[in-house]
């Protein structure tokens, strides 16, 4: 990329009020990473077992979903890539995140998958089919 498309692209970026998704995380929003956007590369690297998943999870889906739900004129997707998770693992995580939002609860996968005695009651269900 030459100057002039830096520079073309600095001035659509100021008569744009909307520059990607804002990120969450403290001093990293202030000062490194203030929104993701489609040129945005994380590398995540850490240990076996402490969070990463997780961490991604929250901050780069979940944080952005409530983004694009809660903006009016902002159209976003959100492509998440895992070789972690199936998407029916991903799909209970984003449900029982609704609910969490909703009812204030937390919901384990075996609740969600009517795995075991406890199961949504149906207005939990009900709210699901609405979202």
Excluded: C
Aim: aromatic share 12%; charged share 25%; proline share 2%.
């Amino acid at each position: 990329m030459g100057y002039l498309d830096t520079l073309d692209l600095m001035k659509r970026r100021r008569d744009n009020p909307f520059n990607g998704i804002p990120t969450k995380l403290g001093y990293l929003s202030k000062e490194i990473l203030p929104a993701w956007d489609h040129r945005t590369t994380v590398i995540l690297s850490a240990s076996t077992g402490v969070g990463k998943t997780n961490w991604v999870w929250k901050h780069a889906v979940l944080d952005s979903i409530d983004f694009i739900k809660n903006s009016q004129d902002v159209d976003g997707h959100i492509y998440y890539f895992s070789l972690e998770l199936s998407k029916h693992e991903m799909i209970s995580k984003l449900f029982a995140n609704l609910l969490f939002q909703r009812f204030g609860k937390q919901y384990s996968r075996n609740v969600l998958m009517s795995v075991g005695t406890e199961r949504l009651t149906d207005e939990e269900v009900a709210f699901i089919e609405i979202e």
